[in-house]
Every structure is written in C-alpha cells, then in structure tokens.
C-alpha cells in the first residue's frame, strides 16, 4: 500500500509495462521516464523551477490594457462531470467533476440562446461560462496498482456526441438523406470502436490520434451534408460543427475501480440535473411551412429544461423533500405538455399530426448518483466522488478572470458565443501536443510547472490558465474545438497570419492547501481514468456569453491601456 501520491504517474508506468508509447513530460523538468520509480517526481518545490514564463515586449500597436471580471469562487456550488465545449451532448463525458462559475444553466446539451437567457454568478452580468477541474484532498492509503489492473481489463471505445439527438426540426424533404448520413455516422463510430478493440489493456497515444483524425474527416463531411441537406430543404441549421469530434474513452477503468462501501453509503445529493426524453429524433420530417415554428418550439424546449436546471442550482437545499417535485418539475412537465401540443398541431395543419408527443413531457431529475461498478457512474457522495477521483474537493480561496492585450496589435471584440479551451485533459491518451504547464505558487508568476508545486509557507498553490489570444474571424467553434482560435507567439505575441487578436483571457485559480498536505502528495487534481491526477492533464473551459456592448467595452478599455472592473 502507498499513499495518495503514489498514483500519480501510474498511467505513464502502465505505459511503460505494456510496451506501448512512452510518454514523456519535460517542460518544467518533470520525470524524464515512464517509469513507477519516478512517481513522486510529479510533485516539486517551486524554488527549484527555473523561471521560464516569456512576456513579450509590447510595441507601438499593441494593447496594454486589461479587464477583470469578478465571478465569484463557485460558492453556489456548481459542480459537473459534464463538458460542454470538449463533448457537447455526453453527459457526464468528463468523467471527472468540474468546478463552474458564471452561467448558471450550462449543461452538456446547452444550447446557444439557453445560455443567454440564463443567470450567473458574475458581478457584471457576464452569462459567460468558465469551468475547470476540481483539486481534491485526499489522505487515505490505497493500493497503487488499482490503476493498472483496471487498465488491464479495458477496452477502450471511441464516444461521439450523438447528432440526432441536437438536430433543428428536418424538412420533410430532406428526411432520407439526413437519417442516411446519421446511419453513416453510426457506421463510421462502430468500425473506429472495432480498431480500438485492438489496444485492449493499453494506451497508444499515436494509434488514437490517428484514429480520431480519420474519424474527424468522415464525420465532418457527413455533418456538413446533414446540414447542407437541411438547408436545401427549407431548414436552418447551424451549431453542428461542435459535433464533430469523437474522443477515446477509457471509462470502463471504472467499472474495476468502484466506489467503496463508504462513498457508496453517502450518496448525497450536490449536484442534480433534470433529465427529459429526447424529442428532436422522435419527429416525422416536418412539412416546409412549419419548419420555423418547429423550430421555435423546440427551442423553447430546451429554455424550459436550462431554466430548470438553473432553479436546481440556485434553490438547492430549500423547502422539504417535496420542494423539486412541486416547484421545478411540476411546471416543467406541464410547460412541455403544451410546447409539444404545439408541434403536433404545427405539423398536422401540413400532414399527418404525430401521435404520442405528449408522453415525451415528463421529466425527471436525475440526482447524479448510479450503480457502483458500471462503465461510467455518475459523482457520489457529499464530495461528489468518481472511482480514483476521491478525497474532499478544495475551495479555491480566489479565481481572477482578466482579458488581456496582444504585444503587437489593437484587439477585436470576441464575437459571442466563442467557445475555446486551454490545455489537454488526455496528455496521456492523445499525446501531449496541446497540453500546458499551468502549476505555479502565488509570488512566483515567472515559472510554471508540469508538476504539482509544493509552496513556501504562506504562499498558495495557483493554476494559471491562459486561453487562446487569436481568432480566425469568422468560427465561434471548430471540428476539433481548437483550430477556430490560436495562441500569440511565445517570444514576440504576435498571432499567426490569418487571425486576429482577441481579448485573451487568463484565469487564475488560488488554493489555501496546507503544507503538510503538499509535501506528502495529497493533493491531486481530478482527471479521466487513464491520466491518474497527472498534472500535465490540468485543462480550462470557456464559452463566451458576454454581450457584444460588453465585450466592446472590454475590447476598448485593453486597447486604450487601462485597468477596468467588470464591477
């Protein structure tokens, strides 16, 4: 038996034993192998990080300016497994939970005008989205080869986001060829999941990316002929390119990494969603003069469960035990019941009115809570606890969000809705290429580590999340969530030919972790099965939601060289 900081770095020792590819963490001298030997490498005192952060000179054109904005530290307790920038549509994909500030109403399945119409935690009015993983302490002993056994016994799978299920309504006219490339895409998702069937009980970090870009190319030409097809008919379609890419997944680690008999015992409540059946793949194809009004309603579906998923955050813990079944999903099924009368009767004015709608209205909430030892089981517990992802989740003691300049150009107001997201969650299973040094101490902002930092005393543990600062100017997403934005260059700041600058945000999380909990490896971030807490695996999420007379504000106060308050 080892302590909690023996498993991180299992997942690259697993590497290693499997004869599989080696992956090798550099950037701010991290272990040099693979190898279990090295496990406790993975965290560091930051006086021993050499200073490595570059600030680029800032020349005549640039923008020196910079806006803060003041979210709070999640203290409504917003918490997630969902990842709505990276897996749209899957819920509970992350695998590990999320902390949120901001939009109150996000999910996995939000859509565009959900998050404008919900409320946030931000001072400004900001309906922005920022979410990142949560920091667990953990100070239990456990054995360290929990980790490689589960592995072991895995098959790794290929989890796309399901297109059918976030579909406008479909012309009638276009309804064969759309339910042909939704069979194609079936298809295409079941033959990647026979390849991965080969790498069963390994990670081979090439073999996936490869995999997942062949995988890209194929859905994104049948998507973009679902959406094309839906035009051609009469239809609107847009927002589908967020469903292209495909991820591997390792989640059955989880079914031989179950919960314990503790954490099963206490399976509090924290962090409810509603959950109501799907009713865009349940519709005939919709004659041509009622497409618009199809689509309204289906809309105005979707507001009523983000409005109700937002009453779940913002009530928790009032009225009785009744209180959910009375204030939230009593109207809801009865708002639905009327919404989805009005479908069938926009579509039967046309054609045959659809039977049985009306048994898609009732809801329920889903209290985030499964049967232990299933593929994928959902946080548990009073500190919404996965398998391997255990221990009390950490407050941060402050979260600073600030828009910055670009060293050699004016920036250019974010257009709303951007999506965009920083680091890698799966250094391990897709290789390191995107993943960022974010680990740091607060009084040391010239160095970051890929490894956990052991602080001096009376210094804070802090993540320092940079976004990207550069914009293609014309995609609020992209197949692959990342192409459609860019970093400056490190050395010089100025963004890649093609793009624009951008207000470029940075967040910086603080933590009040006591030392003794850093110098004997208790700390650990939460991360997919297969990362095992690897701090290179530190990532950040972000969709845009401020209004374009913010955002203009934003953009003007960075380039005018001033230091302006969202308050």
Same mark, same amino acid.
């Given at each position: ?15 290693? $034993?499997?004869? %599989? ?18 496990? +406790? ?39 997630? #497994? ?126 996936? !990316? ?40 390792? @989640?059955?680690?989880?079914? $031989? ?37 199809? @689509? ?8 009523? &469960? ?14 009785? #035990? ?6 939230? +999903?009593? #109207? +809801?099924?009865?708002?639905?019941? $009327? ?7 926009? &579509? ?21 809570? /499964? ?52 680091? !890698?969650?799966? #250094? ?8 960022? $040094? ?47 934005? %860019? ?19 940075? &967040? ?15 700390? %650990?971030? !939460? ?10 695996? !530190? ?25 302006? /308050?969202?308050?």
């Amino acid at each position: 038996m080892r302590s909690r900081h023996a498993r991180i770095g299992i997942a690259a020792a697993v590497l290693a $034993a499997t004869g %599989a590819l080696t992956v090798t963490f550099v950037s701010a001298g991290g272990k040099g192998t693979a190898d279990a030997a090295t496990e +406790l490498q993975q965290y560091v005192a930051i006086e021993t990080v050499r200073p490595n952060v570059t600030v680029p000179r800032v020349r005549a054109n640039g923008s020196r300016g910079r806006f803060v904005v003041d979210c709070g530290t999640n203290g409504n307790g917003k918490f997630s #497994p969902d990842n709505p920038v990276a897996q749209p549509g899957i819920r509970n994909g992350a695998e590990h939970v999320h902390d949120f500030v901001g939009n109150l109403a996000i999910t996995a399945t939000s859509s565009d005008a959900d998050l404008d119409a919900s409320g946030t935690t931000c001072t400004n009015g900001d309906k922005s989205s920022y979410f990142w993983p949560v920091v667990r302490i953990d100070r239990s002993v456990r054995s360290a080869t929990a980790v490689r056994q589960a592995l072991a016994s895995t098959t790794p799978t290929v989890t796309c986001p399901r297109v059918r299920d976030r579909l406008p309504a479909v012309p009638a006219g276009a309804r064969q060829a759309v339910l042909a490339r939704l069979r194609s895409l079936d298809e295409a998702t079941a033959r990647a999941d026979e390849r991965m069937a080969n790498s069963r009980g390994r990670i081979d970090a090439r073999a996936n !990316d490869a995999l997942l870009a062949s995988l890209r190319t194929e859905r994104a030409r049948l998507i973009k002929g679902i959406s094309d097809s839906i035009t051609a008919g009469g239809g609107r379609s847009s927002g589908l390119v967020s469903l292209v890419e495909c991820d591997v997944s390792y @989640d059955g680690m989880h079914a $031989a990494m179950r919960h314990t008999a503790a954490e099963v015992k206490a399976r509090t409540v924290a962090s409810a969603q509603v959950r109501c059946p799907t009713v865009r793949d349940k519709l005939p194809g919709v004659p041509a003069p009622a497409v618009a009004e199809v @689509d309204r309603n289906l809309a105005e579906l979707d507001r009523q &469960i983000a409005e109700a998923d937002e009453r779940l955050v913002t009530t928790r813990g009032q009225g009785g #035990p009744d209180f959910v079944a009375n204030a939230v +999903l009593g #109207p +809801l099924n009865a708002r639905r019941t $009327a919404v989805l009368d009005r479908i069938a009767t926009a &579509i039967g004015r046309h054609a045959d009115r659809p039977r049985n709608l009306g048994a898609l209205a009732t809801c329920t909430v889903d209290a985030q809570s /499964s049967t232990p030892g299933t593929a994928l089981p959902a946080p548990q517990g009073p500190n919404l606890e996965l398998p391997n992802n255990t221990g009390g989740i950490v407050r941060p003691s402050s979260v600073l969000i600030e828009y910055r300049g670009n060293a050699t150009a004016k920036v250019v107001p974010m257009p709303k809705f951007l999506r965009a997201l920083t680091g !890698d969650a799966k #250094p391990t299973s897709r290789g390191p290429a995107n993943a960022r $040094a974010a680990w740091t101490c607060s009084g040391f902002a010239d160095r970051l580590s890929d490894r956990y930092p052991v602080c001096p005393a009376g210094r804070q543990v802090q993540r320092v999340h940079d976004f990207p600062g550069c914009w293609d100017g014309r995609n609020t997403d992209s197949t692959n969530h990342r192409s459609h934005v %860019a970093f400056a260059d490190r050395t010089t700041g100025a963004c890649p030919a093609g793009f624009v600058a951008i207000p470029q945000l940075r &967040i910086t999380i603080s933590y009040a972790i006591p030392r003794d909990v850093q110098t004997r490896g208790q700390y %650990a971030l !939460d991360s997919f099965p297969e990362e095992d807490h690897n701090p290179f695996s !530190d990532h950040d999420d972000f969709v845009n939601v401020n209004s374009a007379r913010t955002m203009q504000r934003i953009a003007t106060c960075i380039n005018k060289a001033r230091t302006c /308050s969202g308050r």
